[in-house]
């Protein structure tokens, strides 16, 4: 009996949901018990893979290529599914390099009966029945037209899906991403190609903007700076109750003399991207991350200068390549922050920064803290008990098990811990006020949504996202002494016009007075002030 190229697809992506992805559904199953609850996101998941699959093999298969291309993946994904079920590996791009380097002797001893009968059951049977199916291959037109079918079909599965479970993928994606390594055969596809892209891309050459960059007060002992910059995590701006939120989530800012910023956007709506761009010459419109990364960002101008420091502390995920040529500390760990209890908090990185002042004292400094923040969805666990002002609040990481108001609550106790955070990082300054000219600066690297339309945490693409992901908390505080060098109520009346991340670049210059062709006074936020 002849079988279209599409049933053959249909029932191949199947045989994968069904008999090479046990590892996966049972380390789904871990996070989401079968209960009434979450049977009908399991059953999502399932017409999820099987649409990816499906989409994946409509892309590639074609007369002569079809069944050649489903025949590796079974062989291969058979011996996936063996390691992952037995040894509880994942096949990422680092196993492949270590499979890469693995002598006969090592590979004989893993060698099993366990592992031929996953071979014969679901890599040489399968590949049997494929390789004598008879099937039926029309003229090019409507092959093109079955293809553009059962694409369509899947894309609307996947589309229906994530819709109808969107609280359920957003703790999925977000906090569970372990999850889908288990995938088979798809993750592993997805590691060969990451491996091989790393294995044989060129290296770029590295673009310096300013080979020799100065500052006017470059020997001028009495004029030293000292200035903070804090990286936000996640952070909205119609949270801050400094821009009108009607709960009172920055209590202890409000008594300081800041000026805040209360219409600044971000760069993306993702760390990875907004990170790299706030820092990088690039604006959101011309920014790419492997340019960026290869491009001398305005940290590193910084430190060309030869005398001015700076340091780098991370409490989040890492500096998106930002730090690369810098002094970098990680605080996520408990060896070097020294205030942890279910996690390390972002007020442990202010410790020890009097012992590294000391030790560059004669030297302008930069020093960048980079926030956990409002990371989500387990905003639960961003904040000590004692900041847990407002309740009742989620206290899971799955979203779409908690009301509106228990989301709120737990994102809003987490500003107010940021609120307190943003404080001390003040009172540290302000001991130094004098010695040196001091400043924070702080940003959040993009919003979050929580729940507003069925969309939660954030990572949409920026055409299509809400405000609430791109409009972001931001504010500045100056000492008495740095204040003397601009019109301070300047800064405070313009501090409601629009600003973005891309001022960041050019702010970060003019602060510490750079002298360069790449400074765009127009782009500085602080210039008409000065």
């Not at 590639?60 to 996936?80: E, V």
């Not at 996953?118 to 029309?138: A, R």
């Not at 690039?282 to 420091?309: C, M, P, S, V, W």
């Not at 019109?487 to 960041?504: G, R």
Request: charged content about 20%; some cysteine; proline content about 3%.
């Amino acid at each position: 009996m002849k079988i279209s190229s599409n049933k053959l697809i249909y029932i191949v992506a199947l045989f994968f949901v069904l008999f090479a992805n046990y590892s996966f559904f049972n380390k789904t199953l871990e996070v989401y018990p079968l209960n009434l609850a979450n049977i009908g996101f399991l059953l999502s998941l399932v017409l999820l893979l099987w649409s990816v699959i499906v989409i994946f093999l409509t892309l590639f298969g074609f007369k002569k290529t079809l069944k050649p291309i489903i025949i590796a993946l079974l062989m291969i994904s058979s011996f996936t599914a063996y390691f992952m079920d037995s040894y509880g590996i994942i096949i990422d791009d680092s196993m492949l390099l270590n499979t890469a380097q693995t002598n006969m002797s090592e590979s004989m001893d893993l060698l099993s009966l366990e592992m031929f009968l996953y071979f014969i059951f679901l890599g040489l049977l399968p590949s049997t029945f494929v390789y004598f199916s008879k099937v039926e291959y029309i003229n090019v037109k409507s092959e093109l037209k079955n293809k553009l079918k059962a694409f369509g079909l899947s894309l609307l599965l996947i589309g229906v899906s994530v819709f109808a479970f969107s609280g359920h993928y957003a703790s999925f994606f977000r906090e569970h991403k372990p999850l889908r390594y288990h995938t088979n055969p798809t993750y592993w596809i997805y590691s060969v190609i990451k491996f091989s892209s790393s294995t044989f891309k060129k290296e770029q050459e590295f673009k310096v903007l300013d080979n020799n960059p100065n500052t006017k007060e470059e020997n001028d002992k009495n004029h030293k700076e000292l200035i903070i910059m804090v990286v936000g995590e996640a952070v909205r701006s119609d949270h801050f109750s400094l821009n009108g939120y009607s709960k009172e989530t920055n209590p202890q800012l409000k008594k300081e003399d800041i000026v805040n910023f209360s219409n600044l956007t971000s760069c993306g709506t993702s760390t990875a991207h907004s990170v790299p761009c706030m820092f990088s010459q690039l604006t959101r419109e011309t920014f790419d991350k492997d340019e960026a990364k290869y491009t001398q960002n305005a940290l590193d101008i910084l430190a060309k200068t030869g005398h001015i420091n700076v340091l780098w502390r991370d409490n989040n995920s890492d500096s998106k390549d930002v730090a690369t040529r810098l002094t970098y500390e990680d605080f996520k760990n408990p060896k070097n922050n020294t205030i942890c209890d279910d996690e390390c908090r972002d007020e442990g990185m202010l410790v020890g920064l009097d012992t590294y002042i000391q030790k560059h004292k004669d030297e302008d400094i930069l020093i960048v803290l980079h926030q956990m923040g409002n990371h989500g969805p387990a905003y639960y666990k961003r904040y000590p008990k004692s900041f847990e002002k407002f309740k009742p609040v989620c206290e899971t990481n799955q979203l779409e098990s908690c009301t509106n108001e228990q989301i709120s609550n737990a994102y809003d106790n987490a500003i107010l811990y940021t609120d307190d955070f943003l404080v001390k990082t003040i009172n540290f300054l302000k001991k130094y006020d004098g010695k040196y000219e001091t400043a924070m600066i702080y940003m959040s690297d993009h919003g979050e949504s929580l729940g507003e339309n069925g969309v939660y945490l954030h990572g949409l693409p920026y055409i299509v996202a809400p405000d609430a992901q791109k409009r972001v908390g931001a504010l500045m505080w100056f000492g008495n002494t740095i204040r003397h060098d601009f019109d301070y109520n300047k800064v405070v009346n313009s501090s409601k016009n629009e600003y973005s991340h891309d001022n960041l670049f050019h702010t970060l210059l003019g602060i510490f007075e750079i002298q360069s062709e790449v400074y765009e006074k127009e782009m500085d936020i602080l210039h008409g002030s000065k």
